[in-house]
């Protein structure tokens, strides 16, 4: 099993530490052509603006649109989950529209553009308590009625999964909990195996 980091902008570097944390193999994919070599996607925190454009420029959205067709698992955080979401509001942007949700860029507020939180995540029926990092964040807004909400926060959702689609609005590449990348890992292994 091989997991693919998309490699055009952001901290792509943190998440191969953070997959080489729970044992996987990881690849940097700076073309659509590498798709073919990774059973699953993580799609890095950065600025979705920038990260749209060049995006757009080597031809990933109809490449993630087949990668998503076939079933392979996509995993956003924070930019990657906008790129990812069915509606972007401040303001509106295209978006890939793979996970049912609106979210709403920078929504945090100013004076927390960045901080760190204590919340809560769902495994395995169990609640366990999981340390956040929150870099001007998008908040999610709505959620489908397919989508499961992971992590609340405050009384949001923060991280959520519909079928091989997981996102986070916050970065757990930073810090030192495999937690979140164990979970996506279990999603391209229940898919490869
Ligand atoms: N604020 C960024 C955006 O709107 C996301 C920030 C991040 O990925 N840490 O794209």
Redesign the pocket.
Same mark, same amino acid.
């Given at each position: 099993m091989k997991i693919g980091v998309l490699a055009l902008q952001?901290d792509f570097a943190l998440h191969r530490q953070a997959l080489e944390r729970v044992g996987v193999e990881s690849l940097e994919v700076r073309k659509p052509e590498a798709l073919t070599a990774v059973d699953g996607l993580i799609i890095?925190?950065?600025?979705?603006?920038t990260?749209l454009k060049l995006m757009d420029a080597w031809g990933f959205v109809p490449a993630l649109e087949r990668f998503h067709g076939k079933g392979k698992p996509l995993f956003g955080?924070?930019?990657?989950l /906008?790129v990812l979401a069915k509606e972007v509001l401040n303001p509106q942007q295209f978006s890939l529209g793979l996970i049912d949700m609106t979210v709403e860029?920078?929504a945090y507020g100013r004076q927390k553009e960045s901080f760190e939180a204590e919340g809560e995540i769902a495994l395995d029926g169990e609640k366990r308590a999981i340390r956040m990092v929150f /870099?001007?964040?998008?908040r999610i807004l709505r959620v489908g009625e397919t989508v499961e909400p992971l992590v609340i926060y405050r009384g949001e959702c923060a991280m959520a999964r519909q079928g091989n689609v997981l996102v986070s609005a916050f970065?757990p590449e930073l810090g030192d909990d495999p937690t979140v990348h164990g979970v996506f890992t279990r999603m391209v292994a229940g898919r490869s195996s």
């Open positions: 952001g890095p925190g950065g600025e979705s603006t990260l955080t924070c930019a990657g /906008i860029r920078n /870099i001007r964040a998008p970065h």
